[in-house]
């Protein structure tokens, strides 16, 4: 070749035909002998074209069928990665047409280093355009990356709105019913917030967060303070689950609601039974004590549990004492448990409100003739308060309302606190009976003695119970005397411990009255009950009085 001979491209000397030589066959020439001049440029050309994913490589060399290969590989993943989803494409799929590609330039630049390429493409011109096209690919995947994003933040504002229905969803139900979706709703805010930060969503989540505060606490703004402890309880640990950062202001925001709602609820609480569950922990002051003592609700427990005090010791003066003695009851119970010792120590007042509040509720239950109540009040009242001054005046009434319970009439009056003064009559009682008995009496005294049993005694008959007892010459039978003021006097007999018991006035008809020695036999008789099985003792009239001159 002379200095003025060039390569010539075309349909005349045959496409990649070198000078003075023959034309390459159809085809591309056969793969014998060496590579024809330009093949290293040819290769580098075809697999640049073929890299692009479009199988152009291929098409120039007239391949059509590798170069459908090309097309289905790249239209397989085309419609697996279209339209852009938030989880991105599978990395099998990616991975498998990477090599696709791979296979393609390489297999492309093998075969172009012995073929010929067809049409009028010069080796560099095609190289360049396989440069210029693998932007293609590269750009794909930039739009790809780029409508993967927008699908992510979709997503992410989807879940966000998830998060929102379940707030509003929970908003409209107690607490307690919607601790779930509240719960729900703070797990997608947290993830969103500390996760995807810079996304669309995750900078909305700290409005979302001041939102789902609002509802939360919905019934502490509405003033329902025992409604409002359990969520802003709950509103207090959000910090132990969601970044303080994230939270701001709002980490610290409960403490003030709470302390005002626990110290609301417990004082509308203290006392009126339904903090009776809670009176082992002190209730819901007790739990303001322990978690918010520096609170300024908390300094107002004291003061509010002495008024609350005050209040029911007042009442126990008034008309209601036993409802009144019942509240100081629970409150004192209340006040103990409470962890600051100067507001336990509170419970000693309320001790002593109990103890004036157990006599008057047992006075006032006699007054309202509800003997059986009366009596079982003050009994207690005198088991329980053995060194009080009144522990005697409340035995009194216990022995009248048991009278009374038979006898209502012994019940018209309470026993006098007072003995009375003068002088004193004697009431000798006998007992003719086989079994102990019990005397109960009430009157201007009231008081109770026993007499045991006498041993050799048996049961009369109702006719001549009258005409014998304790009338029999040599026989001692047990006795006791009684000094009593003058007055009239109601008796009850209790004969034995399953005995019956019969119950007579001695004010019927007369009194006792001064300068008599009066004298009283007991005794039994045996009759028929016309119930089956039955056969109980009845008491005879059991005073007889005999004046002694």
């Known amino acids: 070749m002379t200095a003025g001979d060039h390569q010539h491209f075309g349909p005349e000397p045959g496409p990649w035909q070198a000078p003075g030589g023959p034309p390459a066959p159809p ?20 697999a640049l074209l073929n890299l692009t994913g479009l199988g152009l490589g291929y098409a120039l060399m007239r391949r059509w069928a590798r ?57 560099l011109v095609a190289a360049v355009l396989g440069v210029v096209l693998l932007g293609v690919p590269a750009g794909g995947v930039v739009v790809y990356g780029s409508e993967r994003d927008k699908a992510v933040e979709q997503m992410l504002l989807d879940r966000l709105e998830k998060g929102d229905r379940a707030v509003a969803a929970a908003s409209k139900q107690p607490f307690a019913r919607g601790r779930v979706e509240y719960r729900s709703a703070l797990a997608v805010y947290r993830e969103l917030g500390e996760e995807h930060a810079g996304s669309r969503a995750g900078k909305l989540v700290p409005s979302r967060l001041k939102a789902y505060y609002e509802a939360v606490s919905a019934p502490y703004r509405a003033k329902d303070h025992c409604q409002a402890v359990e969520p802003l309880t709950h509103l207090q640990t959000v910090p132990d689950s969601v970044d303080a950062k994230l939270l701001g202001s709002l980490a610290g925001w409960p403490d003030e609601p709470l302390a005002e709602s626990l110290y609301g609820c417990g004082v509308s609480k203290l006392g009126d039974g339904s903090d009776a569950n809670d009176a082992s922990d002190g209730g819901e002051l007790g739990e303001l004590l322990r978690t918010l003592p520096g609170s300024a609700p908390a300094k107002k427990v004291g003061p509010a549990v002495t008024g609350k005090m005050d209040e029911q010791v007042e009442a126990v003066r008034g008309g209601e004492p036993c409802a009144a003695t019942e509240v100081l009851r629970r409150i004192g119970a209340t006040v103990a448990a409470m962890p600051d010792k100067t507001v336990s120590a509170l419970s000693a007042k309320a001790d002593g409100g ?17 003997f059986t109540e009366a009596r079982e009040t003050l009994t207690g009242f005198a088991d329980t308060y053995k060194k009080d001054g009144r522990r005697q005046h409340a035995r009194d009434i216990v022995i009248a309302a048991e009278i009374a319970e038979d006898r209502p009439s012994a019940g018209k009056r309470l026993p006098p606190r007072k003995k009375p003064g003068g002088s004193r009559m004697e009431l000798v009682i006998s007992n003719d009976a086989p079994n102990a008995v019990e005397i109960l009496y009430t009157g201007p005294v009231s008081g109770a003695v026993e007499l045991k049993a006498c041993g050799s005694c048996e049961r009369y008959s109702a006719s001549s119970g009258p005409e014998l007892a304790c009338r029999a010459s040599g026989k001692t039978y047990p006795k006791v005397t009684l000094q009593l003021p003058a007055g009239d006097y109601h008796f009850l007999y209790k004969h034995g411990t399953g005995a ?19 004298t009283s036999c007991t005794y039994v008789t045996t009759e028929s009950d016309p119930s089956p099985g039955l056969d109980l003792p009845s008491l005879s009239d059991p005073i007889s009085p005999a004046s002694t001159g």
């Open 500 to 518: 019956s018991a019969d119950v007579d006035s001695y004010s019927s008809g007369s009194s006792v009255k001064p300068g008599y020695t009066y």
């Open 27 to 46: 085809g591309g020439p056969p793969a014998v002998g060496p590579p024809p001049p330009g093949a290293a440029l040819r290769s580098v050309a075809v």
């Open 354 to 370: 109990v103890r004036d509040g157990v006599y008057a509720c047992g006075v006032d239950e006699f007054k309202d003739k509800k």
């Open 67 to 123: 170069a459908a290969l090309c097309w289905a590989a790249t239209g397989g993943l085309l419609l697996a990665t279209l339209p852009a989803e938030a989880d991105g494409v599978p990395a099998g799929i990616v991975v498998s047409f990477l090599v696709v590609l791979v296979l393609a330039a390489a297999d492309g630049a093998w075969t172009a280093r012995r073929s010929a390429v067809g049409g009028s493409w010069k080796p």
